[in-house]
């Protein structure tokens, strides 16, 4: 399976960075002498519409980091999965433990927004992670397999569907769990996607927290990884082409 670099810009940047990364990452490609993973940037919505432009003829692929869970109305502040598609944007992150905020962004909640951005036919990347509290007591992989089953529909297309399990303590904080409970998990996700979804084996896996240029190839080489979602490391340039470098085909 093509591996997934997606880069989340979250709340940070300028018109003038936006441009200059964008810009950075273009000319990048166009030096690139591999194949590449799937490149997916994730700028604030304010950059949506100039990212797109500026990566409109190369393989990278326009990412948003939200859309509301209704197809329009009187949201003020909000933005849809359909405004989101009218500028350009194919991929999606829902779910993220920073708009879950322990629990004030619900599954129910997130699997309402998943609808709506698949109705769109929107490339979903839905968010999961356990906290320290709960890796500690032993519940990581009951709290991360209990969020996909809420989060998810049912009836949800495996083909528009990927899943970041991202630990909520490695998240901006330089720590990461060991390869082995990567795995672990990554498997356990694995495989309650293939009991629940028709095609669910299919659904690609990424890892995000605390993804550097120096671990990115060891979390890459995992066998049930097929990304990874970066946060930090993708505001800057040379750091997230590592990134991207250090994928398997
Ligand atoms: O969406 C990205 C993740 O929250 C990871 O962020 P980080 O790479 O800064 O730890």
């Not at 591996?3 to 166009?30: D, H, P, S």
């Not at 519409?49 to 502040?77: M, R, S, W, Y």
């Not at 490695?170 to 769990?177: D, F, K, R, S, Y």
Request: hydrophobic letters at 40%; proline letters at 4%; charged letters at 20%.
């Amino acid at each position: 399976m093509q591996q997934y670099i997606v880069g989340n810009w979250k709340m940070n940047g300028t018109r003038a960075e936006a441009t200059g990364l964008a810009k950075g990452f273009t000319q990048k490609l166009l030096e690139a002498d591999r194949p590449l993973p799937y490149i997916i940037l994730c700028p604030s919505h304010p950059y949506l519409d100039l990212v797109h432009a500026l990566i409109k003829n190369t393989p990278i692929l326009l990412g948003a980091q939200d859309c509301h869970h209704k197809e329009h109305g009187a949201f003020t502040g909000d933005v849809c999965a359909q405004q989101l598609v009218d500028v350009g944007v194919h991929y999606v992150l829902l779910g993220h433990s920073e708009r879950r905020h322990g629990h004030l962004e619900s599954d129910t909640l997130v699997q309402n927004k998943v609808k709506t951005a698949l109705t769109q036919k929107l490339h979903t990347i839905v968010c999961v992670g356990e906290n320290k509290e709960e890796r500690t007591s032993g519940k990581a992989i009951a709290t991360v397999i209990s969020q996909i089953e809420n989060s998810l529909p049912s009836d949800a297309k495996a083909e528009l569907l990927l899943i970041a399990y991202e630990p909520v303590w490695a998240i901006g904080t330089g720590l990461t769990p060991t390869l082995e409970d990567i795995e672990r998990m990554h498997g356990a996700i694995r495989h309650t996607l293939s009991q629940r979804f028709s095609g669910g084996g299919v659904i690609p896996i990424l890892y995000g927290g605390s993804v550097t240029a120096s671990n990115a190839k060891n979390i890459l080489s995992l066998p049930h990884v097929n990304g990874v979602l970066v946060g930090g490391a993708s505001l800057k340039l040379d750091d997230f082409w590592s990134i991207i470098e250090a994928s398997t085909e």
